[in-house]
């Protein structure tokens, strides 16, 4: 299978501040990485898909990268509705797989 | 607009069966896939399979033998259904649209296994 190793576990961070969370692949997944937002009590919602392409209607200060094996998601002015949940999960191959998450706060 | 919803017991006996539903909206689920996935107490994700427009699925292996996924296209529904359940089998349950990615989600059921 392949380990999607996500980190932090958790940040807090200020409103406006630069936010980026990462996704290391275990092995080569081209672009094959999404990322997600959830919010407490809601369903996760698609911010990023092909590593870098951003969904419908999510806002533009989200924006994802690709170096290699290791994926970037970086929120460019974090905003107070930020907080939540964020997830990276690889669809190059089955089983498809979830990082372990990153609890967002804000300060 | 495409719209899932999850139904079934939010509780279930250990060794018994869990048996959800999916019914979807606004999109034939003769089209793309349809997944489940759930979330475990403590956040871990899990994909659990999908079946696909034409009725073929994927299952991960971890759950070996225990799950099915089937469907009904004459009520644009799609089911999971996971046996020999055990307290660990306790989580959200969700359904979703694979796309682009999982681009669709229902609004999750909690399913506790518990005696």
């Known amino acids: 299978d392949i380990q999607l190793t996500q980190s932090p576990a958790s940040l807090s961070a200020s409103p406006d501040e630069i936010v980026t969370i990462t996704c290391q692949a275990s092995?080569?997944?081209?672009?094959?990485l999404l990322w997600y937002q959830q919010k407490a009590g809601k369903s996760p919602q698609l911010l990023i898909y092909s590593a870098t392409i951003l969904a419908d209607g999510v806002p533009s200060r989200f924006s994802g990268s690709r170096f290699g094996t290791q994926y970037s998601l970086k929120i460019s002015r974090l905003q107070v509705e930020d907080i939540g949940t964020y997830y990276c999960?690889?669809?190059?191959?089955?089983?498809?797989?979830f990082g372990s998450g990153t609890k967002l706060e804000i300060k | 607009e495409v719209q899932l919803q999850e139904s079934g017991p939010g509780l279930v006996k250990p060794s018994q069966s869990l048996s959800l539903t999916c019914s979807v909206t606004g999109y034939s689920i003769t089209s793309n896939y349809w997944g489940w996935i759930r979330k475990f107490p403590g956040n871990k994700m899990e994909w659990m399979g999908y079946i696909s427009y034409s009725g073929n699925t994927n299952y991960n292996p971890s759950l070996k033998s225990r799950i099915s996924i089937t469907r009904d296209t004459s009520k644009n529904q799609f089911f999971l259904q996971l046996n020999s359940v055990t307290t660990e089998d306790t989580a959200t349950y969700y359904c979703a649209r694979n796309a682009r990615g999982f681009d669709y989600w229902g609004q999750g059921v909690m399913v506790t296994v518990s005696s």
């Open positions: 092995q080569d997944i081209g672009s094959s």
């Open positions: 999960l690889q669809v190059s191959s089955s089983p498809l797989t």
